[in-house]
């Protein structure tokens, strides 16, 4: 490959069928790029290979000249993107958190590019939007809902915490009170509650929602580019101040998942029950630790001399033998 054939495709737009994407829909026509999250029977909840597949999307819509605003949203009217896919959360997590930490690496570029991509990304919402979807919403520079979506922060439900943009930028856009009630407390909000917070701007029937994203993004085409480049900038320079905790999530969420309550509260949703939540608070007046799904890896077999099995093991895990 010589090196104007490389530097053509690094740094000038790309046909979209050029990239081959697998769990994304991109499409590009009069100025208007689109990125469509399409896992429906998923509720557009996102993979490692999506994130990725984002963020080569959003660095094209960087570099084309011929694209002046972005659009993001899901495939069908169920989902907008109800963050990462519960089955990795519950299964590879738990056993391998370091890669947590690395598959971070591809949701924090994703949301970096959404905010430094120099022109505008508009969230078209067709319905519930969850974790971080909505932390892709608050990414977003417009956000124009269908009268049915719905926003949901169930961090605290699930066994993980809203600390991927939610409690570093909800408190700049919605106030204080309303971010601890959205990520502590996890009620659903509808969509007129979150016009009147102010957590989206405009709120449209479904069968209405192309019609208003294509009017905002005639709007935006029609502005200098260099100035609402700048202009972007300079609404972020809060934003990105919050920017900075973003390294802490990633370090602290990647131990976390090892823990019990994300395995208890990913297995609970994926199995559709309830959570026992009060079971982890009895564990600490009990004495026991709530960090483990049978205790702290701190027995050992007096029979054939395995280390670290678990508290609450009565027997061995490796020969069987009782366990004193």
Not at 186 to 208: C, F, H, M, R, S
Not at 258 to 263: F, L, S, V
Request: net charge neutral.
């Amino acid at each position: 490959m010589n090196g104007k054939t490389r530097y053509e495709k690094l740094f000038r737009g790309r046909d979209p069928k050029e990239f081959e994407f697998e769990e994304i829909l991109y499409e590009k026509k009069d100025w208007i790029a689109k990125i469509t999250l399409n896992r429906p029977n998923r509720y557009n909840a996102y993979t490692g290979t999506e994130l990725a597949e984002v963020c080569d999307a959003l660095h094209d819509i960087l570099v084309d000249d011929k694209i002046a605003v972005g659009i993001i949203t899901g495939a069908g009217d169920k989902a907008f993107c109800t963050g990462g896919d519960a089955v990795t959360y519950s299964t590879i997590y738990p056993e391998r958190p370091h890669e947590f930490y690395m598959w971070w690496e591809y949701y924090e570029r994703m949301l970096y590019l959404i905010r430094t991509c120099g022109k505008p990304i508009i969230a078209r919402i067709n319905g519930v939007v969850a974790g971080g979807g909505n932390e892709i919403n608050l990414a977003c520079d417009i956000s124009i809902a269908a009268e049915h979506a719905r926003f949901i922060q169930p961090g605290t439900r699930t066994g993980s915490v809203s600390a991927g943009g939610a409690t570093q930028w909800l408190p700049l856009v919605i106030g204080d009170k309303r971010t601890r009630w959205m990520v502590m407390v996890g009620d659903e909000i509808d969509a007129k509650t979150a016009l009147q917070w102010g957590l989206v701007n405009e709120v449209v029937p479904y069968e209405k929602l192309d019609e208003a994203v294509d009017t905002v993004c005639q709007k935006l085409i029609d502005k200098f580019p260099d100035c609402l480049r700048y202009t972007k900038v300079q609404c972020n320079f809060w934003t990105d101040l919050a920017w900075t905790t973003f390294q802490h999530a990633r370090d602290w969420l990647s131990v976390h998942y090892a823990t019990a309550e994300p395995i208890e509260g990913f297995k609970a949703f994926l199995e559709k029950r309830k959570v026992d939540y009060r079971g982890m608070r009895k564990k600490d007046i009990d004495g026991k630790s709530r960090s483990y799904i049978f205790g702290p890896p701190m027995k050992s077999c007096a029979k054939c001399g395995t280390k670290y099995l678990p508290e609450e093991f009565k027997f061995c895990g490796v020969c069987g033998a009782e366990m004193l």
